[in-house]
Structure formats: C-alpha cells, structure tokens
C-alpha cells in the first residue's frame, strides 16, 4: 500500500505561480509512476501530469502547455508541480496519484490518490 500527502496549494492571483508537492510513504519501491489529476466542480477529473520513477520520462495535459513543470526528489519519495502563469480555469482540487503496474495518462491507471489540495485562481 502506498499513501500519498500533498500540500502547498492555496489561493493566488492570476498569473502568479504556485508549487504543490506530494510525498509518499509505505510500499513506495513498488511505484513506477507518479503523477497529478485535478478536478473543478461540475467537471470531470483532468489528467495533468506524469513522471515515470525509473525513466522520469514526462507527460502533459494539453492544456498545460509549457506553464507547469512535474519534478520528483526520489530520496525523499516526493512529487512536485510547480505551476507558473496561472489562470482562474487552473482552479481544481489537484491529486497526487501514484501507479505500481502502468505508466500512462489515464487515470484507471493509478491505485493510489492522496486526498486533493485546493489550488484556487482569482482573475
């Protein structure tokens, strides 16, 4: 089992830049992929971002467009998203997911999610 804490969202104003982070503990040698999904209320679940633990190959959503950036500091088991020129669309609950069997961009694919962090954008 792996559990997954993330933290540093917040609100922020248009255009500014925020870094959430996630770090997991438990079974974390079993993890090939870390990524984040956000949801905004009465939307679906977006995929945002995804770094493979062994390759740290990297994947996109399409709206990200070159504005965040998926890191990860392996010795301490954490996962960033530093997000930069923010818009009010970008406001979601973000989720730290993290997949033992497949590294994809689907959301199917990943196990393990942490309870959200609320990043909220004002115009």
């Known amino acids: 089992q792996v559990h997954l804490v993330e933290s540093g969202g917040g609100l922020v104003q248009a255009g500014d830049s925020l870094r959430v982070s996630c770090t997991a503990s438990?079974?974390?040698?079993?993890?090939?992929?870390m990524g984040w999904f956000r949801q905004a209320p009465g939307k679906e679940r977006e995929f945002v971002a995804t770094?493979?633990?062994?390759?740290?190959?990297?994947d996109y959503g399409d709206f990200v467009k070159g504005r965040f950036t998926i890191s990860k500091d392996s010795a301490k088991n954490t996962v960033y998203l530093q997000m930069n020129s923010l818009k009010p669309e970008d406001s979601a609950v973000y989720f730290c997911?993290?997949?033992?069997?497949?590294?994809?961009?689907?959301?199917?694919?990943?196990?393990?999610w942490g309870q959200g962090t609320q990043v909220a954008v004002s115009s």
């Open positions: 438990g079974r974390t040698s079993s993890m090939i992929a």
């Open positions: 997911v993290a997949a033992s069997r497949v590294w994809s961009n689907l959301a199917a694919s990943y196990e393990y």
């Open positions: 770094i493979s633990m062994m390759t740290e190959t990297l």
